[in-house]
């Protein structure tokens, strides 16, 4: 084995780390719903999204008659979603309320593929939408017009300033998402994702929604301006300007350190080897 | 040329006789003899490098709005140390490149200082008369490793200020001295605005210059002591075999330094390192994670991050937690180090002069205890990366931190343990026989 592929096989190991979301994808999702209660369901996203005010130009309004559920976004909801959050959005003690999370929180739950779960014990997590965006749409637009609550947030990222939304990432963010966007783990099991795979809207909707642990940020903490802002830097993030050669997976010294050993002092071991008789 | 200009020079300064011994001077050959100088081709590199990057630096916390090319943080208030590290890295000419280079130099630099140290104690190479060029050496790689956490400080990003602070809350933990040393360190209270240009002349005054004196000490203690060699063929403790300084010793060397510059440079070149411009700069309401120091830090970290939460109450006085892994144990592994030498030679009884080397098989207890010391420091620096690999595994932080605990005590003992036994069973072995007579099959 040549150190040059050992190094290669470590970096595509360490790769899996930095894309550390991408991991959650492979849960199972086999396990029976008739276990014992969830020890940790969530927090309400209801509870939460209450404190959310609705947006300007929201589609929040109630609907004055209860949709029938005979529709695919009924049906779907009926088929996936009632056995916890209950036929009515009433919850039920596996999972929360969901009357007034609105299109904002559901939609970023579904489109990230965090729900379904197959059980409530499960780790929310972003993992490949199960669903057509038609499917999402009905779902949606179902639980919105039964229960209301905010519509999902306008975001323009080009409307807002790199540098400003900078500074903004650093203060908010930084410190569970990582400078970088790497993601960092949590002190009770879940992790803060790496924010390399969210859309726009994702971001924004997570902004406002606070989805899982993540504080909620209302447009008194940050306005509509400064969410542009943050997307755009999250955006680029996505792809910043990496120079300097290969990026190393941007989780710190970590990697860099690993690299100096196995690759630097490796090709040196070996060029001592090569140079000094060993007899 | 040469030769006139030679004896015109043996003429007047009478070196001749000197340099011809010296150049006819003997090397033992052994690859591990060269771990050394890997290290000390890296400190060329780190100050041909490092003088480069002074020319650009700015060593002020003063604050400016910068306005370089690398425009995501166009407009943003950094310090003017930190806008001399994004202008370095976008637009010097090379000057990234001159950084990355500097920045792995530094990190090969402590990892050849490192195997080097290994290679001594497991040779025992250290032992009488060669006690005070261990020391001499155990001393560089403290310099070393200031050097290095001096560098790391300076370009005032987020990991440059979270460095400091736990830094800062490590000395500030010592007992009655720890604030005042702060403050003497620092001329005020964390972080202020003197703590770059004092950590400037420490980084490229100071500890370079007592490294490199002490380098010259320590090649000049090898020149009148001699190198060691392994035991067999003509070697004994009253000669010392190897090809004269002049030509091949010096052509083997010269072909490592081009090695070792070509491994770094190559790094540099290929590899990024340490993004300041992703990281932001250093602001104290903030910080960012996943982070680490250098890896030679790492086991610092490690301990603080799996100390127990222990805080005592002595001599009047609040006994602060950090003290403990931040302290406590650096100060006795360096004490260790430092008494080595002593400690061996009291527990043997043995003071008599070595020229040869041991083989690490041959002593199975000081093996032993090699092996179980460096199980401790590679579990501690793999405790430095505690919530990676809480993420790796997809398990609480707290889970992973009481498993490296348990794994932090035990795991070094089994092994210097095994080592023990397994080089003692080899040791005791009859011989092999250097032939075994294979019965036909058929």
Known sequence: VTPGALAAVVLAILGTVAGGATLAGTVAGGATLAGTVAAQVPTPPGGVSAQVPTPPGGVSAQAPTPPSPQGQGGELYLRDCAWCHGANLEGTSRGPTLVGTGEASNRFYLTTGRMPIADPNELIRRRPSVYSGAEIDAIVGYVAALGGGPASPAVDPAAGDLGPGGELYRLHCGQCHGATGAGFPLLSGRSSPAVWNSTAVEVAQAIRVGPGGMPVFSPETLTDQEVNAIVRYVLYLQDPDDRGGFHLFRVGPLTEGIVAWLVGIVLLLFAARLLGEDE | VIAPVARWLDDRVGLGGWARRALNKAFPDHWSFLLGEIAMYCFAVLVATGVFLTLFFQPSAEAVVYSGSYEPLQGVEVTQAYASVLDISFDVRAGLLVRQVHHWAALVFVAAIVLHLLRVFFTGAFRRPREINWMVGVTMLLLAMFSGYTGYSLPSDLLSGAALRIGTAVLQSIPFIGTWSLFLLLGGEFPSPQMIPRLFTFHVLLLPVAIGGLLGVHVAILWHQKHTQFPGGPRTDKNVVGPPLWPAYMARSAGLFCAVAAVVIGLGALFQINPVWLYGPFNPSTTTAPAQPDWYWGWMDGALR??????????????????????????????????????????????????????????????????????????????GVNDTIARLLDQPVFRVTGALRVAILVVPVLIGLLTWRALAAVKDAPPTPAATVERGGG
């Open chain 2, 306 to 383: 799996t100390f127990p939460n222990w805080e005592f109450r002595g001599l009047g006085r609040m006994i602060a937690n950090p003290f403990f892994p931040g302290v406590l144990l650096p100060a006795l592994t360096f004490l260790g180090l430092y008494a080595w030498p002593f400690l061996e030679a009291r527990l043997t009884g043995d003071r008599s002069e070595h020229q040869l080397l041991d083989r690490p098989r041959d002593h199975p207890v000081r093996s032993g205890i090699g092996a179980g010391v460096v199980a401790f420091y590679t579990l501690l620096t793999v405790a």
